[in-house]
């Protein structure tokens, strides 16, 4: 395995917010899915299957998700699956994007490896992906 580096954009489409299927005592979860498209060393698309949990009085939510992304990268054809785990609390912000072992197909079958997401002012989306095959 060589340890490798992408980075790029994606633009995301289609938020379909589920009404909440439990809401109390302040708290609701419900269920999101979305879709990505990749642009620069990845070049992909992705559905995105999220579950989310917000506190609106305490101004915090947080989600896990499982995002299937299929397309090319570096070059080589194939898919993976990437798990999310994110927190907001009150503005304090973390989150955690990673592959998940064994989920590589293709050309991409033995990946591993971790994703970056930044946001900028304007929203733009960019990613940043330290991986091994």
Same mark, same amino acid.
Do not use: C
């Given at each position: 395995?060589? #340890?490798?580096?992408?980075? /790029?954009?994606?633009?995301?489409?289609?938020?379909?917010?589920?009404?909440?299927?439990?809401?109390?005592? +302040?708290?609701?979860?419900?269920?999101?899915?979305?879709?990505?498209?990749? &642009?620069? #060393?990845?070049?992909?698309?992705?559905?995105?299957?999220?579950?989310?949990?917000?506190?609106?009085?305490? #101004?915090?939510?947080?989600?896990?998700?499982?995002? %299937?992304?299929?397309?090319?990268?570096? +070059?080589?054809? +194939?898919?993976?699956?990437? !798990? &999310?785990?994110?927190?907001?609390?009150? /503005?304090? !912000?973390?989150?955690?994007?990673?592959?998940?072992? /064994?989920?590589?197909? +293709?050309?991409?079958? /033995?990946?591993?490896?971790?994703? #970056?997401?930044?946001?900028?002012?304007?929203?733009?989306?960019?990613?940043?992906?330290?991986? %091994?095959?």
């Amino acid at each position: 395995m060589r #340890d490798m580096f992408a980075k /790029g954009t994606f633009d995301t489409a289609g938020w379909d917010a589920k009404p909440p299927f439990e809401e109390r005592d +302040g708290v609701s979860v419900g269920l999101v899915t979305m879709s990505k498209t990749f &642009h620069g #060393d990845l070049s992909a698309s992705s559905v995105v299957y999220m579950l989310v949990a917000s506190a609106e009085a305490e #101004d915090s939510r947080a989600y896990v998700a499982m995002e %299937r992304i299929e397309g090319t990268l570096g +070059g080589r054809a +194939g898919a993976f699956v990437v !798990q &999310h785990n994110a927190v907001d609390d009150r /503005g304090e !912000q973390s989150l955690s994007v990673t592959v998940v072992p /064994g989920s590589g197909t +293709g050309e991409l079958a /033995g990946i591993r490896g971790r994703m #970056d997401i930044a946001i900028d002012a304007d929203g733009g989306h960019s990613y940043t992906f330290d991986y %091994r095959l």
